[in-house]
């Protein structure tokens, strides 16, 4: 109870209200922790906790509610772990489409000859090479830019619509189908982005080819890691302005996946 103005504030809510707002904790919080943007590992934990906790009783208030019914404490607790596998699906739908730089990075540094050095991405804390975490700050720059995180979090809002609380049904099938139609373009995307990169290596080795027959005495060897090198740095900096364009292309797959794991939890 709260005093203001001399009149009593009621605060007060009832067990029931109580168990429909983790269940909705916990769906934001598992996409929090899962989603790109949201969920890099340099971000503290308290600010996950915090968000997640300011946006599920945003949702709370203005969601519908449904009537969550079960019997036991075992009932509950199932239908928390479909909350928050519901969560998890919605933010990986979107997270595994960023993948695509990483796989983008070492295709490209296998080319240039910088495969075996490896950077710590600070989103995951984990080994990358230096093209990909290149990427990786770049399409994470562009999703700030293009605002794409305030998508990420509208989508999961309008989930709580279209799957409302203890209403998913996971269709194995439908969601198998997304994730197969999804590596399909997975590869795709990942060459298109190196491909100025990947035309210009393969030229270079034509040509390295040539010289080595016409100049046997030189050591093509240990120029042509030089020229690798230093060519592919080049169109790595010309090729930035294709960036943009790419991004489109892997923040509309993202798009997607999370529509089509939306439809296969409905």
Same mark, same amino acid.
């Given at each position: 109870?709260?005093?203001?103005?001399?009149?009593?504030?009621?605060?007060?809510?009832?067990?029931?209200?109580?168990?429909?707002?983790?269940?909705?904790?916990?769906?934001?919080?598992?996409?929090?922790?899962?989603?790109?943007?949201?969920?890099?590992?340099?971000?503290?934990?308290?600010?996950?906790?915090?968000?997640?906790?300011?946006?599920?009783?945003?949702?709370?208030?203005?969601?519908?509610?449904?009537?969550?019914?079960?019997?036991?404490?075992?009932?509950?607790?199932?239908?928390?772990?479909?909350?928050?596998?519901?969560?998890?699906?919605?933010?990986?739908?979107?997270?595994?489409?960023?993948?695509?730089?990483?796989?983008?990075?070492?295709?490209?540094?296998?080319?240039?000859?910088?495969?075996?050095?490896?950077?710590?991405?600070?989103?995951?804390?984990?080994?990358?090479?230096?093209?990909? =975490?290149?990427? /990786?700050?770049?399409?994470?720059?562009?999703? @700030? %830019?293009?605002? $794409?995180?305030?998508?990420? &979090?509208? +989508? *999961?809002?309008?989930?709580?619509?279209?799957?409302?609380?203890?209403?998913?049904?996971?269709?194995?099938?439908?969601?198998?189908?997304?994730?197969?139609?999804?590596?399909?373009?997975?590869?795709?995307?990942?060459?298109?982005?190196?491909?100025?990169?990947?035309?210009?290596?393969?030229?270079?080795?034509?040509?390295?080819?040539?010289?080595?027959?016409?100049?046997?005495?030189?050591?093509?060897?240990? =120029?042509?890691? /030089?020229?690798?090198?230093?060519?592919?740095? @080049? %169109?790595?900096? $010309?090729?930035?302005?294709? &960036?943009? +364009? *790419?991004?489109?292309?892997?923040?509309?797959?993202?798009?997607?996946?999370?529509?089509?794991?939306?439809?296969?939890?409905?």
């Amino acid at each position: 109870m709260l005093w203001e103005s001399g009149n009593m504030l009621d605060i007060s809510f009832t067990y029931a209200d109580l168990e429909y707002f983790l269940l909705i904790l916990v769906r934001v919080s598992c996409f929090v922790y899962v989603a790109p943007f949201f969920s890099m590992s340099n971000v503290p934990h308290r600010v996950k906790i915090g968000f997640s906790i300011f946006f599920a009783y945003l949702l709370y208030l203005s969601v519908d509610r449904n009537e969550v019914v079960y019997n036991t404490l075992l009932g509950y607790a199932v239908i928390v772990m479909k909350e928050a596998l519901t969560g998890f699906l919605i933010g990986w739908g979107a997270q595994i489409c960023t993948t695509v730089t990483s796989f983008a990075g070492s295709i490209a540094d296998m080319e240039i000859g910088l495969s075996m050095v490896s950077l710590l991405d600070p989103t995951t804390k984990e080994q990358a090479t230096f093209t990909g =975490v290149f990427y /990786q700050y770049m399409f994470t720059l562009f999703m @700030i %830019i293009s605002g $794409l995180y305030q998508y990420l &979090l509208r +989508a *999961l809002a309008e989930t709580f619509i279209l799957i409302p609380i203890n209403g998913a049904v996971f269709k194995q099938e439908a969601l198998l189908e997304s994730i197969l139609l999804f590596l399909g373009d997975y590869i795709t995307i990942g060459f298109r982005i190196i491909l100025p990169i990947f035309c210009a290596m393969i030229f270079l080795n034509c040509v390295l080819g040539v010289l080595a027959k016409v100049s046997p005495q030189l050591n093509m060897f240990a =120029v042509g890691m /030089q020229f690798k090198v230093l060519v592919g740095l @080049i %169109i790595l900096f $010309l090729s930035m302005r294709m &960036l943009p +364009a *790419l991004s489109d292309n892997v923040f509309t797959q993202m798009k997607r996946m999370i529509v089509s794991f939306v439809e296969g939890m409905v």
